[in-house]
């Protein structure tokens, strides 16, 4: 990562807002750019590769979701999004269309520091992988999952998945036949505990767009399954001498 513990592209219409987070951010070792609309925010990500980007939702030239739609486009990099939008669909539409996390405004800055640094925590994690061990590269079926390179392959196609969606696959495979609720998933992926009940359909936007990407039919799911009333598991264990899966009973 670039910088000190990485750069972070803060974008909001509100100047107090960017001064704010600028003046925390650097405090604690970032390097912040800032952006005041849509368009400028596009701009920056180009010219400086933030390594995250907290992106506002309401701004003027082009809305947060038109940001990071574009910028999922060609890129993974981390997405907190900002929104002062009282309707919970509303405020996970940004999930939908690529965004890694969200906080409602009013925030708690100390909250959105911890979120930021839980992130590219899980960026900068390596695992130490001996090239004999096979372990570290599963095949179900079609889909190969390659842990140590964070890479995911559905009928030899590189299938793109962000930061949080493939550490949460890891987090369910690594696990395999172990049913985590949503405040686990929470816990374990976005290193917090949710304030109100309506945070946790963040999992279930990620679990969804992931079926999407991996499951052969996501109506159908049969790598990342509901535990009906406790959460998600991943029905199979993973056999560390050959690398391959097998059904969980």
């Known amino acids: ?6 750069k972070i592209l803060v974008v909001d219409d509100e100047a107090s807002i960017r001064r704010i987070l600028q003046t925390r951010l650097e405090m604690i070792g970032y390097d912040v750019v800032k952006a005041k609309d849509g368009e400028e925010a596009l701009l920056a990500f180009r010219r400086e590769a ?5 992106l506002d939702v309401m701004m003027p030239k082009l ?12 890129s993974d990099v981390p997405i907190i999004m900002l929104t002062a ?22 925030f708690s800055p100390k909250e959105l520091e911890a979120r930021i640094a839980c992130i590219l925590r899980r960026l900068l994690q390596k695992t130490s992988v001996n090239v004999i ?11 190969k999952i390659d842990i140590s390179k964070r890479q995911v392959y559905k009928n030899e196609q590189h299938i793109r998945l ?45 679990i969804s767009r992931l079926r999407t990407k991996i499951e052969s039919d996501p109506n159908l799911p049969e790598l990342i399954v509901t535990a009906r ?21």
């Open 85 to 106: 939008l009282a309707d919970v669909a509303e405020r996970i539409a940004g999930l939908n269309i690529g965004a890694d996390d969200y906080m409602t405004k009013p």
């Open 162 to 206: 962000t930061g949080v969606e493939f550490s949460l696959l890891e987090l369910l495979v690594s696990h395999s036949g172990k049913v985590f609720s949503r405040l686990e998933i929470l816990q374990q992926i976005w290193g917090f505990v949710p304030e109100i009940h309506a945070d946790t359909r963040v999992v279930d936007v990620h």
């Open 229 to 249: 009333g406790s959460g998600y598991f991943f029905p199979r264990i993973i056999s560390k001498k050959a690398g391959i899966a097998e059904k969980y009973d």
């Open 133 to 143: 061990d096979n372990s570290r590269l599963i095949h179900l079926g079609n889909l």
């Open 50 to 54: 933030p390594d995250l980007i907290v």
């Open 63 to 74: 809305d947060g979701y038109g940001v990071c739609q574009e910028i999922r486009k060609q």
């Open 1 to 6: 990562m670039s910088g000190h513990k990485g």
